[in-house]
C-alpha cells in the first residue's frame, strides 16, 4: 500500500514538474510585414510542386513544371505573401505565423510547417532576362556600365548622410545600419544595406519589398538606377536631418 501511494506521489509530482514548462510555449503569431520579407528575400522555397526564388527587389523566379517562370512577389501588413506570375491565376496569399521558435504556414485554413528555404538564388532560371542582369541585377548601359558604385563606395558615401526626398520626405542612413525615415511628416524605422551589386537596399516596415538603388557618376553629377530608369540623385546632406523636416 505504500508503495502504491509513493508511485502515485511520483506521477502527481511529474504532472506539477510538466505543467508549468507547458505553459511557457507561445501561441503563433502572424509575422510582421517587416519580418516576413527578411525571413524570404534572397532565398529560395522549396515547395511540393515547384522552387521559387524571391529577390530583394520583389521579382521572383520559379521551376515549375520543368519549365523557368517569372513575376513578382509582395506581403501584406497581415504577414501573408503573395505571389504574381500569369499563369498561376490568382492564388491565395498564404499568412506565415511564428511561436519564438518555428515558422508556420496556413494553408486553405490549416497550419502547416513552413516549405524549406535556401539562401541565395538555387534555379538555373535568369532572374531578367539573360546571364548579365542575372549576375549584376541592372541592364548594362553604355555611358555608365563601368562607373558604378561598389559595395564600398556606397556604404562609404551613404553612411551618416540624409537623402531629402522633398517636403517632409527623407532617409537618415546611420553608420550602424539603421534607417530612419519621415515620410509626408510620419517618422520610422527600419534597415539598410548594400548588395553585392553595390546597390543600397531599404528595409522599411510597412514598405513591402522594395528595389534597390545603384550610384554613379556621370559629368561629375550623382546619378541613380532605379527600376530601370536613370535619373539624377536627390540631395544628400551630412548628419541626420531628419529633425529639421
Not at 502504491?4 to 505543467?19: A, D, Q, Y
Not at 511561436?99 to 516549405?115: C, E, K, W, Y
Not at 546611420?174 to 543600397?200: P, Q
Amino acid at each position: 500500500m505504500i508503495g502504491c501511494k509513493s508511485r502515485v506521489g511520483m506521477l502527481i509530482l511529474g504532472v506539477i514538474w510538466v505543467l508549468p514548462t507547458a505553459s511557457w510555449a507561445q501561441s503563433p503569431a502572424p509575422l510582421s510585414r517587416y519580418d516576413l520579407y527578411l525571413y524570404i528575400s534572397d532565398k529560395t522555397q522549396n515547395r511540393d510542386d515547384r522552387k521559387i526564388f524571391y529577390s530583394e527587389s520583389g521579382r521572383l523566379a520559379a521551376l515549375y513544371q520543368g519549365k523557368c517562370e517569372h513575376g513578382k512577389w509582395s506581403t501584406t501588413e497581415e504577414g501573408a505573401l503573395c505571389w504574381h506570375v500569369s499563369g498561376w491565376g490568382e492564388l491565395p496569399c498564404e499568412p506565415y505565423l511564428s511561436d519564438g521558435v518555428s515558422i508556420s504556414v496556413l494553408q486553405q485554413g490549416r497550419s502547416m510547417p513552413a516549405p524549406e528555404i535556401e539562401s541565395g538564388n538555387r534555379l538555373e532560371c535568369p532572374l531578367f532576362g539573360n546571364a548579365t542582369t542575372l549576375l549584376t541585377g541592372v541592364e548594362p548601359v553604355e555611358d555608365f556600365w563601368d562607373g558604378l558604385f561598389n559595395r564600398k563606395q556606397t556604404e562609404d558615401y551613404l553612411a551618416g548622410k540624409t537623402v531629402v526626398w522633398g517636403s517632409g520626405r527623407g532617409l537618415y542612413y546611420a553608420d550602424d545600419f539603421t534607417l530612419l525615415k519621415v515620410w509626408d511628416g510620419v517618422a520610422s524605422t527600419g534597415k539598410w544595406e548594400v548588395n553585392e551589386n553595390g546597390a543600397v537596399c531599404w528595409h522599411v516596415p510597412g514598405w513591402g519589398p522594395t528595389p534597390c538603388e545603384s550610384y554613379y557618376l556621370k559629368d561629375g553629377q550623382l546619378m541613380v538606377y532605379l527600376n530601370k530608369r536613370h535619373s539624377q540623385a536627390a540631395e544628400h546632406v551630412v548628419g541626420n536631418q531628419i529633425g529639421n523636416f
